[in-house]
């Protein structure tokens, strides 16, 4: 009878997950209303206490997001971004390749201290309007920066969600991530980059052109 107990409170949560992941996966309800809910589930049926509940979340992690997000924000506003961005598409002078490595190193630099999301959504706009204005198909360019950005998440503590978790769990240091990962992720990148340029290299052959008119992005 103890073990058929312990057995339906250890299915419970399991159950739980399940139909919140499928809820989430197919967009039936909001992610976060969808994910409290379950927590409030398992809290009625005493799977978990609520101060079990409140003692998992990680405010440290929390707390060094939301700041970097504001912070993001103003930066994004100020247009930093965008004038840096476009001053590297004046340096390209039309040179597919050239497009290709600088706005990846762009990028992955961004991606290091800004989370994934925000560096793609500022950065893609930018790649698309050029790259059209120069004649050229975006998808290469976008698919390379999504791939980047994933890349250069990975060198910095701050550099992805998970990165923060795993460093506050394990107690590393800024420093010490970035002396563990950055070499690794450095190497990964040249090796991606190098990828992406052989398997689309007649997408990057240099085009004669004039220098393309860039036009001001709003981000």
């Not at 809910?37 to 206490?49: A, C, D, F, K, R």
């Not at 490595?101 to 698309?128: G, K, R, Y």
């Not at 290469?140 to 550099?159: D, H, M, R, W």
Request: aromatic share 8%.
């Amino acid at each position: 009878m103890e073990h058929a107990v312990h057995h339906s409170s250890a299915l419970i949560p399991v159950i739980v997950f399940l139909i919140v992941y499928a809820a989430i996966t197919f967009e039936l309800v909001n992610k976060a209303a969808a994910v409290l809910t379950g927590v409030g589930v398992l809290v009625v049926l005493h799977v978990i206490t609520e101060h079990q509940a409140v003692g998992f979340i990680d405010f440290e992690t929390l707390m060094l997001l939301t700041g970097m997000m504001i912070l993001v924000t103003i930066i994004k506003h100020s247009g930093f971004f965008t004038i840096v961005s476009v001053k590297i598409a004046e340096f390209t002078k039309g040179s597919p390749v050239k497009i290709l490595v600088l706005f990846s190193v762009v990028t992955a630099l961004m991606s290091a201290f800004l989370d994934n999301v925000t560096t793609v959504l500022i950065i893609i706009p930018i790649i698309i309007e050029l790259t059209r204005g120069m004649g050229l198909d975006p998808k290469n360019y976008v698919l390379s920066q999504a791939i980047i950005s994933n890349v250069g998440g990975t060198a910095t503590l701050i550099g992805d969600p998970p990165n923060v978790i795993i460093g506050s769990k394990i107690g590393l240091t800024f420093n010490q991530f970035i002396i563990n990962l950055a070499p690794i992720a450095i190497i990964v990148f040249i090796v991606v980059l190098g990828f992406i340029w052989f398997i689309n290299r007649a997408e990057f052959k240099p085009i004669n052109t004039s220098m393309v008119k860039l036009v001001s992005i709003e981000l």
